[in-house]
């Protein structure tokens, strides 16, 4: 199987499709609750899957649907999860405010991090002493930053921060909205493959872009823009997903407005906007070469995009 597409949703169930003829040829049921988050091995072998509370990994080329290894450490919602690049372990964060390690090996997690009202930081990178008292924040996204060994999360106080995991501790937060009257959570973070960019998206739809070479204790903003506008001045579009292509040359943001943009991440000129959704789009992502894209939406559908086109070439309905 040389392309793999799989989907979840509220129905509890995972969908493999055959990309090309956008035929389902195997549907695996999830035992806990609706899938909140999807992500397949380096090596195309597993695909783990979370939920609330439990990830589960499943065999991607085997006839036995039930899963071969279930995660237990989270208390709540998994949001986002991942693999470290050769597979070595896999990380995920959630509702609960916590950031989990995992050593597949093993059924519970290698290392947690808490993120706390008390991972605050001064420019120098310095920490806070915690207290037993600090309430965990809940945590919508994370990125692996896989040269340096540092985790990127967003969370619902607004803030991006940077964690060592060497040291096992936040080394800089920083809250792009801050000197705004918009109260909001940082909805979806990423970070290039050429470690040249690092974006965090808003549940107001407000991009901000930081370069994180150098000193990451203070990161340089690069800039900050708006991306999906409501056309009523009373209202916003709600900023729901981002994420940079495989060869860092430009952003997807998606939105309540059923929209899909891309962004060229050199100008920061909007490139294309794809419409054909009828409903909110909750997720997109590239392919290897960054030729298409996949977009989810709650018209429960998942559409491929031409990129050089703009085109659908394929409708998944499910």
Known sequence: MSVILATGGYDHKIRFWEAPSGVCHRTLRFPDSQITSLQITPDKQFLAAGGNPHLRLYEINAGNDDPILTLEGHTSTVTCLGFQRDGRYLYSAGEDGTIKLWDLRSRTYSRSLENTTATNHTNNGSQKR???????IPISSVALRNEYDQIVSGDHSGHVKIWDLSMGKCINAVKPAANTTTKGFIQSVDISDDDQTLVAYSNHAMVYVWNPKGDITSLQPVTKFCAHPSTDATAYSYGLHASISPDSRSLVT???DQTVKLWDTTSWECRST??????WVWDAAFCADSSYLVTASS??????????SGDVVRQYNG
């Open 130 to 136: 915690s207290t037993n008292n600090a309430a965990c």
């Open 254 to 256: 998606t939105s309540s």
């Open 274 to 279: 794809l419409q054909s959704h009828t409903k």
């Open 299 to 308: 018209d429960h559908t998942a559409r491929l995009w031409n990129l050089r």
